[in-house]
């Protein structure tokens, strides 16, 4: 699974992506062009730790997600649109994250967040429109396929009028059909406001909180500059200096579940002396999915699951106690895996 931190030149892409990977990639202007940094990050689970209590595993494994930071190579400021090359690795990746200037930048511009919401959702309905009217035109001079012309036409119809295509109610097998396109406003999005050290525990600002609420957009408040700092400090002075902040915890765990749940990720998890382990799973599969996720001969050979939620797993304290208290469920190839099921796969060879 791969985000994408995208927004305009310094809105704080880098800075929040080193924030997220405690990595140190250059930020700012001066920072190398048309370079892509990328990052892979745990994802945080209390329950793989609480699960690691009981079994004491050789390891933990945590679900995984990457980060991918397009730097602009054009220079920034020059001009505020999204070239070719930013728009294609914005295809690439699965959802994305625009980052938002927050804060007064250096050049002493006030942030202006819901604007630059507007704008950048703009750019991305344009780039969309502009794929369409392409394939429109080309499909003019055939006289065959009308079912995607149509299609299309509905697609421009909703992008003409300012509009997203996550929000057009689109079949399954419409949705097959346009999935080469790899639309922007297609993709699952979600706001990160970057926003001074001193906003670090403030809301949002009532507009842009309204318009993430209103178009179904996640949105994340993080004080990227501060928290690029915590990154990269131990874990007992980050507490310290958190809480100094007046937050719970450093933003890059809050970051990283949200990302997670708008990649549409679940995780199920396995328990054992090797490893505590969480694997993240499209919400809506199949346990025999889930199978397959492990290996490939467990999906073949499946026989069945046996499923406890991993709650009762902490509290009871292991899997025979589960089973006395009634608190293992046995569940065939269809059940839906919940978020949080720890299953122990029963299969053949
Ligand atoms: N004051 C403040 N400055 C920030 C913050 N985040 C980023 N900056 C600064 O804004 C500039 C641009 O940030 P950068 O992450 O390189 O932006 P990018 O172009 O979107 O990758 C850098 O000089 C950062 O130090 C923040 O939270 N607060
Ligand atoms: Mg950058």
Known sequence: MKIGLVGFPGSGKTTVFNALTG??????YGAARGKTNLGVVKVPDVRVDALAK????????YAEITFCDVALATTPGQSRGLDDQILRAMREVDALCHVVRGFASSAGETARPLREAHDFEAEMNLSDLILVENRLERLKKEKA???????????KAHLDAGQPLRSLDLGATDLV????????????????????????????????????????????????????????MAPEDQKEFVASLGLDEPAAGRFIRAAYALCDLISFLTVGEDECRAWPLRKGSS??????K???????GFIRAEVMRWEDLVRLGSEA????????????????VADGDVINFRFNV
Do not use: W
């Not at 492990?294 to 073949?300: K, V």
């Not at 106690?321 to 839906?336: H, I, M, N, P, S």
């Open 23 to 28: 990595l140190a990639a250059e930020t700012g």
């Open 54 to 61: 009981i079994f004491k595993p050789k390891k933990n494994v």
């Open 145 to 155: 396929k009308p079912a995607e012309k149509e299609l299309l036409g509905k697609l």
């Open 177 to 232: 059909a346009i999935a080469g396109y790899r639309f922007l406003t297609l993709k699952p999005l979600m706001l990160i406001l970057d926003v001074a050290e001193a906003d670090a525990a403030a809301p949002p600002p009532a507009d842009l909180a309204e318009h993430a609420r209103t178009n179904g957009l996640g949105l994340v408040v993080l004080a990227g500059a501060v928290e690029m700092d915590i990154a990269q």
């Open 287 to 292: 346990a025999h999915k889930a199978a397959g």
């Open 294 to 300: 492990i290996h490939s001969d467990i999906e073949r």
């Open 321 to 336: 106690k589960c089973r006395e208290a009634g608190r293992l469920r046995l569940e065939g190839k269809d059940y839906v």
